[in-house]
């Protein structure tokens, strides 16, 4: 089993254009989180998703920002129009999201706005 | 809303001594806190979670509701321990909320 597995592991793009993160989360698991990760800070959350749903979106940035778990291929974070306050580490976490199952974390993606 | 609070960004401690990595939190109901690890190079990993009340690789951590606090502990530190610590909590299984972490190096 390779984890959750995330890629890139660094993206670096020009302010304006759109970057897509992309998560795959550990075979068995159904529940997908996003959290950031800013200079010096601890990761904050962004998203939960499980198939075809968003579940609590309550710390995605109301605009520019997008995410999605299909049915088939993994889960997608988008933002678009990307300005340089964008850079930070992504993180993706997996579960099995019964009671009381922990949150495994990929690598992370580094995004860097030039 | 729920807060988690690591007062230290920093800590070295000598290998063999005692160390201590504080967490404090901020919740009205009852908190599900975990300790996660990260040491260098490699990805988050979880280290411990208070429902387990285990001790992982020597350190153990006690949920002390009156001081909402859950500090993680070993008795003696080895060289192999320097990472960076995070606590978090869960509420309702879902997100976690982090605090900000600790680096501890350890000290030949």
Known sequence: NAGVMQNPRHLVRRRGQEA?????????HSHVYWYRQLPEEGLKFMV??????????????KER??????????????IQQVVRGDSAAYFCASSQGASNQPQHFGDGTRLSIL | AQRVTQPEKLLSVFKGAPVELKCNYSYSGSPELFWYVQ????????????????????????????????????PFAQEEDSAMYYCALMVGNEKLTFGTGTRLTIIP
Do not use: V
Not at chain 1, 20 to 28: D, F, T
Not at chain 2, 57 to 62: E, I, L, P, R, V
């Open chain 1, 20 to 28: 897509r993160l992309r998560c795959s989360p550990m075979k068995g």
């Open chain 1, 65 to 78: 920002f997008s995410a999605e778990f299909p049915k088939e291929g993994p889960s997608i974070l988008r």
């Open chain 1, 48 to 61: 939960y998703l499980q198939k075809e749903n968003i579940i609590d979106e309550s710390g995605m940035p």
């Open chain 2, 39 to 74: 040491y260098s190079r490699q990805r988050l990993q979880l280290l411990l979670r208070h429902i387990s009340r285990e001790s992982i690789k020597g350190f153990t951590a006690d949920l002390n509701k009156g001081e909402t606090s859950f500090h993680l502990k070993k």
